[in-house]
């Protein structure tokens, strides 16, 4: 079975104090890895997808990167409205009837203060 | 318009009430999915359609009915609900053997069952 633990469950830092959030992953195959953030009360908005090990994305202050077993959101010098939850998943590839879906971690709660 | 629009934003039923969430998404995606989200715990995937037919159903309870209408639209139908049915109610979509497998969700219908 599809496995996604996330660490820590919960992050403060001051704002400019880098940190990483981790995604530890067991999936029968993987198809791709997802990062999502989500604000409270809304819906997860898309932030990247990795397919392979050693891949590695950036998106202004955030950097993903996967290894065969887990993921990293690395968070250089955070400003407060990167305060959010931030969701891994992991995709497996489909097997005969099955469905393309994702398996989600519980998420990090990322709260960087002023 | 936005990718993938749900409405209503939120919702209040009794447990004798009859109602309906709906999703429609804009991104010309051809696989539609319905989350739930409650506190603590991972997002649990309910129902998948791909091209329009039901490839998954998580063993989700007969009081939610999905309904695919064409790959654009998404009902979940909802009667007798309980309590414990009250979550966050996630609409994604995605393009199923695309380049790009990303899933985008919807801001999601907050159910509250009284």
């Known amino acids: 079975e599809d496995q996604v633990t996330q660490s820590p469950e919960a992050l403060r830092l001051q704002e400019g104090e880098s940190s990483s959030l981790n995604c530890s992953y067991t999936?029968?195959?993987?198809?791709?890895l997802f990062w999502y953030r989500q604000d409270p009360g809304k819906g997860p908005e898309f932030l990247f997808t990795?397919?392979?090990a050693g891949e590695e994305k950036e998106k202004e202050r955030l950097k993903a990167t996967l290894t065969k077993k887990e993921s990293f959101l690395h968070i250089t010098a955070p400003k407060p409205e990167d305060s959010a939850t931030y969701l891994c998943?992991?995709?497996?590839?489909?097997?005969?009837?099955?469905?393309?879906?994702?398996?989600f971690g519980k998420g990090t709660k990322l709260t960087v203060n002023p | 318009e936005t990718g993938v629009t749900q409405t209503p934003r939120h919702l209040v039923m009794g447990m004798t009430n009859k109602k309906s969430l709906k999703c429609e998404q804009h991104?010309?995606?051809?696989?539609m999915y319905w989350y739930k989200q409650s506190a603590k715990k991972p997002l649990e995937l309910m129902f998948v359609?791909?091209?329009?037919?039901?490839?998954e159903n998580n063993s989700v309870p007969s009081r939610f009915s999905p309904e695919c209408p064409n790959s654009s639209h998404l009902f979940l139908h909802l009667h007798t609900l309980q309590p414990e049915d009250s979550a966050l109610y996630l609409c994604?979509?995605?393009?199923?053997?695309?380049?790009?497998?990303?899933?985008?969700f919807g801001q999601g219908t907050r159910l509250t069952v009284v």
């Open positions: 991104l010309g995606h051809n696989a």
């Open positions: 359609y791909s091209l329009e037919e039901r490839v």
């Open positions: 998943a992991v995709q497996a590839w489909r097997t005969q009837g099955g469905s393309e879906k994702l398996v």
């Open positions: 990795l397919y392979s």
């Open positions: 999936v029968s195959g993987l198809r791709g």
């Open positions: 994604a979509s995605s393009q199923v053997n695309g380049m790009n497998t990303e899933a985008f």
